[in-house]
């Protein structure tokens, strides 16, 4: 039977068994079978960086986050980067931060240092990268895409040279028009694929603006006028190996379209971009998001077409909202940010989106087979479902572990294919147990105290218990009591729910307070005689004499 998952706005596919299937929105299945022979077409300019792949067995494995500076750094981000921090470091390899910012009309200022920012705060240690050593640099740089422009550009010109790209100088106007016409099944006419050089030159010699598209070996666009001569075998289709969604066939839809490669601004578009940084940054393996798949069709023809051998692909499932919906960037709780100013830990992020795909095996579990595996892990994902009370969903004991435990376990070939929901009742009580952990250790103290004494000093700036002289000046001994006597009620170390939990230690009570006078009334009704209403008071007084 066949199981289907959405790939694309009006794009579903289909696998059965270890083979998955991209329809093809025309009626016709012209398509290619692609096998990793190609030969080595001559560069002009090659560095010393350009090298053939080796097979992982030989070579080691080199992995890349990827990210575009467009904003706060998203919550699948993270995901993304930490998936590919534990493979390398499982497989002793090396971790690149890469810098995808060629698209200069969604580029957000200081959305690199973000990402630099979220990655150091979540321990994920890079080898590579733009920032100076030891969070950066590498031999393979530059490591942010815009100061790789001439690189791409002479990439584009050898594929132009050996005839599977060419310059299109059609005007946007003139592209607005064919998709007026065409709609949502538009495709690039190939009005300029047969440009004479002569005119060309001319074109070129006038300042005409253009772009560089890639010439599909599979083109059939029927609402051309112009003849091609295409392939007639409908046998043939192109079968990529994706380590978490086994054969991936893709059909002739996937890859007929002469996309470009190179915009008229100079700046690559990510398919040509991606392509070439991957091979010359000897990329073993790419682990990206699933909203890539449709694209890869694109990327293994560009790297036939270039005379490379492809890294091995691996994408990662969507991260749900609750509703089932994409986790969308634009929600507050989507960015990695928001949870940092909520007081989540580190451990506790990564402990919580490490299990969003992916479960570590268990030794219960290693004996099953994978159809035993599967049911298991169902049954113990509705049983979760179930266990929640008011304020979090639990787990076991065995969800709750630091990234570095469970590096050794870690596998591609585990991760779920399903999307997994953002739960965020989990991650409270996984915080929960991390800060729980962290108070427990007496060794952690330095930390603890770290994070919780400038929120008490700025929530309670008079406290002599808090600034003798200065910030630094305060009684240790007093705020060690005071965690001690409070650390059961500690969720998180957030400027909300902590000083709360502090005020009886370092504020004296203020019975003229709102607060007061409204409890003071539920104590005391007004209805209560005057003799009553003395004897409780004495009562109070008493009271706080004692404890006082």
């Not at 560069?43 to 575009?68: D, F, G, I, M, T």
């Not at 995808?100 to 979220?118: C, K, L, P, Q």
């Not at 830990?345 to 268990?362: C, E």
């Not at 409070?486 to 909300?496: L, M, Q, T």
Request: charged share 20%; aromatic share 10%; with cysteine.
């Amino acid at each position: 039977m066949h199981r289907s998952f959405t790939t694309a706005p009006h794009s579903r596919c289909f696998f059965s068994s270890s083979r998955l299937f991209l329809p093809s929105s025309s009626s016709s299945s012209i398509c290619i079978r692609y096998l990793c022979t190609a030969t080595t077409t001559p560069l002009h300019h090659v560095s010393n960086q350009q090298h053939q792949h080796e097979s992982p067995s030989s070579s080691k494995v080199r992995v890349r986050y990827a990210p575009s500076p467009t904003g706060q750094m998203h919550l699948g981000g993270l995901r993304t980067a930490l998936y590919n921090y534990m493979f390398a470091k499982k497989h002793q390899g090396d971790f690149i931060l890469r810098i995808e910012d060629t698209d200069r009309t969604r580029y957000v200022e200081g959305a690199v240092e973000n990402i630099i920012s979220a990655l150091e705060w979540a321990g994920m240690v890079i080898s590579e990268g733009p920032s100076p050593p030891p969070f950066g640099g590498g031999s393979y740089g530059p490591y942010t895409q815009s100061q790789r422009l001439q690189i791409y550009k002479e990439h584009a010109a050898n594929l132009i040279s050996s005839g599977h790209a060419y310059r299109c100088f059609c005007t946007e106007q003139t592209l607005s028009s064919q998709r007026a016409i065409q709609g949502q099944s538009y495709q690039y006419n190939r009005a300029c694929a047969d440009l004479t050089d002569e005119v060309v030159s001319r074109y070129l010699q006038e300042g005409r603006s253009h772009t560089i598209r890639f010439r599909s070996p599979h083109y059939n666009n029927n609402t051309s006028n112009n003849n091609h001569t295409h392939s007639d075998n409908s046998d043939d289709s192109l079968i990529v190996h994706d380590i978490i969604r086994g054969e991936v066939i893709f059909n002739q839809a996937q890859v007929i379209d002469d996309y470009v490669l190179l915009k008229s601004d100079g700046y690559p578009t990510y398919h040509l971009a991606s392509v070439v940084d991957d091979h010359l940054m000897l990329i073993t393996h790419v682990i990206r998001g699933e909203e890539w798949l449709p694209s890869l069709p694109k990327h293994i023809l560009l790297y036939k077409s270039l005379g490379w051998k492809p890294p091995k692909y691996a994408h990662l499932p969507l991260l749900l909202s609750p509703d089932r919906s994409k986790l969308s960037k634009r929600l507050g709780h989507a960015s990695v940010e928001y949870y940092r100013n909520q007081g989540i830990l580190p451990s506790a992020l990564n402990n919580f989106i490490t299990l969003l795909g992916w479960t570590p095996p268990s030794s219960s579990s290693s004996s099953l087979s994978s159809s035993e595996k599967n049911d298991k892990t169902q049954q113990q994902a509705k049983k979760t479902t179930k266990e929640k009370n008011q304020n979090m969903t639990e787990g076991s004991a065995e969800d709750v572990f630091e990234v570095d435990d469970v590096i050794d376990k870690f596998s591609l070939e585990h991760i779920h294919k399903a999307g997994s929901i953002v739960d965020l009742s989990r991650l409270a009580w996984l915080n929960f147990c991390h800060v729980q952990k962290m108070l427990e250790n007496p060794s952690a103290w330095p930390k603890v105290r770290d994070l919780i004494l400038p929120i008490l000093q700025q929530a309670f700036p008079s406290s002599p218990l808090l600034h003798h002289h200065n910030q630094h000046d305060y009684d240790e001994g007093y705020l060690r009591l005071v965690v001690s006597a409070v650390k059961e009620r500690i969720h998180s170390f957030d400027r909300v729910t902590l000083p709360p939990l502090f005020r009886p230690f370092y504020m004296d009570p203020d019975y003229e307070s709102e607060d007061a006078r409204a409890f003071a009334k539920k104590l005391i009704p007004d209805n209560f005689s005057s003799e009553k209403k003395s004897d409780i008071r004495n009562c109070l007084n008493v009271f706080m004499d004692e404890i006082s």
